[in-house]
C-alpha cells in the first residue's frame, strides 16, 4: 500500500523545487510551489444533485423524535467514532457506533449528531456534523494522508449528505468549539470520540449520560419495519454462507478452520458489509470452547463442527446462527443422541417465544430439556427439579439460551435488568435461541467417549403479534434433515 508520509519518490524529492518535508496535523508543510499549483485545478464537477434519500432516512427520522421527547430541554451529542489504530500507521476497518447509526442512517467516520433544544424546550434541532469535502485549494486533497480524498477516496458533501440523511449538515471540525461554548444540559454517548468528550468535560455527568445510553439500548429493543426487512436479509445471507461451507469441508479437511473461516468471510463481504462478529469454526473438541475465534486446528473426518457465524449487512443488522454438523456428512450414535437433546431443548425454548411471555421463559424451558437428558443419561442423580433449583446442569449447559440481536450481535446490552431479562416479550423483539451441550475434553465427570463433544443449535427468532417466526428457518435442523441438507448440498 502506498505510503501517506511520502508524496514523492526518491527522483522525484532530489528534483524538487521544496521537497516533502515531515507531516504536521496531518498535512505536510512544504511542496514546489509548481506542483501545488497545479494540484489545484483540472479537476471535474463530480457533486451529485437529486439524491434520494436512504432507505432508513424515515424509521431514523421517528427514532430522533422518540428520543427529543424523552429527554426535553437537554442538548444530546451523539458521535459515530473515528479510526482505531490496528498497529503503527494503520488502522482497522470503520465500524460507526450503534448509536449514532440508529438515530441517523450514516456510517461515516468522526460524524456527530447533536440534537439542540428548541427555545422554550418544544422539541429538538437535529444537526449532522461530518467532514466535508477535501480542500482543493489548500493541498488537502492530496497532502492529508488520513482524510485527503486522494488517498481515502470521495465522501459524500455536506450537501449530498443532507438530501441522503434527510439532515442539515455542518462541517465537522467545527463542533469541539462550538461544544465548549454550549450552555444548559448535554448528554453524550461516552467512549466513542474523545474529542467530543474532552469538549464537554465540564459539561456533562457519567450518571446523565448513563441515562442516555440505557434509553437508546432500550429503545432498539422492538424493532421497526426497516430493521425486520435486514435482518431477514443478513439471515438470508448466513444461510448461504453455511452452505457455502458445506461445499468446501473437503478443502478444510486438507487445511484447517481458517478455510471455513475464509469461506464464509467471502459470502459475508460480497452479499453484506462484513461478519458481525468473529466466526466461530470449531471442529472437534474445540466446539466446546464457547468463544473459539483462533479458527486454527484440524478439521477431521468423524469430528462434529460447531459454526457460529452472521453476516453483517451494509446498514449494519447482524444475523447470529448456528449449526452443528458432523464433519463427515453423517452424525454417530452418540453424537447423534446429544444433537437430538440439544433440538429438542431449542424446539421447547422457541415455543416459549410469544408475546405476552416472560423473556427467561425460552431459557428456563430449553435448560429443564437439557436437565432431563443429563439426568436420563446418569451423568446427574435426579431428580430434575433439584439438578435445575442448584443449577447443576450448566456444567455442561454453560450460558444462556439467548440474547436480543439488531445493530449489535448481542443487542441492547446496556438495557436494565427490569428492562431485559425481567422483562416481558412484545411483537417486534428479535432475539437467538441457543442451547447447547458442551463436555470438556478433560472432563473426568463423563463417560470418556463424550470428552470433546460439543453441540450448539441456535436461530434467530423474531416475535409476532401471534406467535414468532423463525428467521433462519432455512437451515435445516434435525439431525436427519441436517445429513440430508449437507448431502444435496454437496453434490449441488
Request: hydrophobic share 35%; glycine share 10%.
Amino acid at each position: 500500500m502506498g505510503n501517506p508520509d511520502t508524496v514523492l519518490d526518491d527522483a522525484d524529492e532530489a528534483s524538487a523545487e521544496k521537497p516533502v518535508k515531515q507531516r504536521k496535523n496531518g498535512l505536510y508543510m512544504s511542496v514546489s510551489d509548481e506542483l501545488a499549483e497545479n494540484m489545484k485545478s483540472g479537476w471535474a464537477d463530480t457533486e451529485l444533485r437529486d439524491l434520494e434519500p436512504v432507505a432508513q432516512a424515515p424509521y431514523a427520522a421517528a427514532r430522533r423524535a422518540a428520543l427529543s421527547a424523552r429527554f426535553p430541554g437537554d442538548r444530546l451529542v451523539i458521535p459515530a467514532g473515528g479510526l482505531k489504530t490496528r498497529s503503527n500507521d494503520t488502522e482497522y476497518s470503520f465500524r460507526a457506533s450503534t448509536e449514532y447509526a440508529y438515530l441517523t442512517g450514516d456510517q461515516t467516520e468522526d460524524g456527530v449528531l447533536v440534537l439542540e433544544p428548541e427555545s422554550g424546550g418544544d422539541g429538538h434541532r437535529a444537526t449532522i456534523y461530518l467532514t466535508p469535502r477535501s480542500n482543493r485549494e489548500n493541498g488537502e486533497f492530496w497532502l492529508d494522508g488520513r482524510q485527503g480524498e486522494l488517498w481515502v477516496g470521495r465522501r459524500h458533501s455536506l450537501a449530498e449528505a443532507e438530501q441522503l440523511l434527510g439532515l442539515p449538515a455542518k462541517d465537522v471540525r467545527e463542533l469541539a468549539g462550538a461544544l465548549r461554548e454550549a450552555t444548559g444540559p448535554v448528554r453524550t454517548v461516552r467512549g466513542h470520540d474523545a474529542s467530543i468528550e474532552a469538549a464537554l468535560a465540564d459539561k456533562v455527568t457519567a450518571e446523565r449520560d448513563d441515562e442516555l445510553r440505557v434509553y437508546l439500548s432500550e429503545a432498539r429493543a422492538v424493532k421497526d419495519e426497516f430493521e425486520i426487512g435486514e435482518l431477514q436479509k443478513a439471515v438470508d445471507a448466513t444461510v448461504r454462507g453455511f452452505e457455502d461451507v458445506v461445499r468446501i469441508l473437503d478443502k478444510a479437511e486438507a487445511t484447517s478452520e481458517r478455510y471455513i473461516e475464509g469461506t464464509f468471510f467471502l459470502r459475508a463481504r460480497v452479499e453484506g458489509n462484513d461478519i458481525g462478529y468473529g466466526s466461530i469454526c470449531a471442529a472437534g473438541p474445540h466446539a466446546t470452547t464457547l468463544h473459539w475465534v483462533r479458527n486454527d486446528g484440524d478439521v477431521r473426518p468423524g469430528d462434529l463442527l460447531l459454526l457460529d457465524a452472521g453476516v453483517e449487512t451494509h446498514t449494519l443488522y447482524t444475523a447470529d446462527v448456528t449449526r452443528t454438523l458432523p464433519i463427515n456428512g453423517r452424525f454417530d450414535a452418540l453424537q447423534r443422541k446429544i444433537y437430538d437433546a440439544v433440538y429438542e431443548s431449542q424446539e421447547a425454548g422457541i415455543a416459549a417465544v410469544k408475546p405476552g411471555a416472560k423473556y427467561r421463559d425460552f431459557h428456563d424451558a430449553s435448560q429443564r430439556v437439557l436437565a432431563e437428558r443429563l439426568v436420563e443419561w446418569g451423568l446427574l442423580d435426579g431428580p430434575v427439579e433439584r439438578v435445575l433449583e442448584l443449577g447443576l446442569q450448566r456444567r455442561w449447559t454453560l450460558h444462556g439460551t439467548g440474547h436480543m440481536l439488531g445493530l449489535d450481535v448481542h443487542d441492547c446490552a446496556a438495557a436494565r435488568t427490569e428492562a431485559y431479562v425481567d422483562g416481558t416479550l412484545e411483537p417486534g423483539m428479535c432475539l437467538t435461541v441457543e442451547p447447547g451441550l458442551y463436555f470438556q475434553a478433560d472432563d473426568l465427570t463423563v463417560p470418556e467417549e463424550y470428552r470433546g463433544i460439543g453441540v450448539r443449535i441456535e436461530d434467530d427468532i423474531l416475535v409476532t403479534e401471534d406467535g414468532n417466526r423463525n428467521l433462519s428457518a432455512g437451515l435445516p435442523r434435525t439431525s436427519d434433515d441436517v445429513e440430508a441438507w449437507m448431502a444435496a448440498t454437496k453434490q449441488g
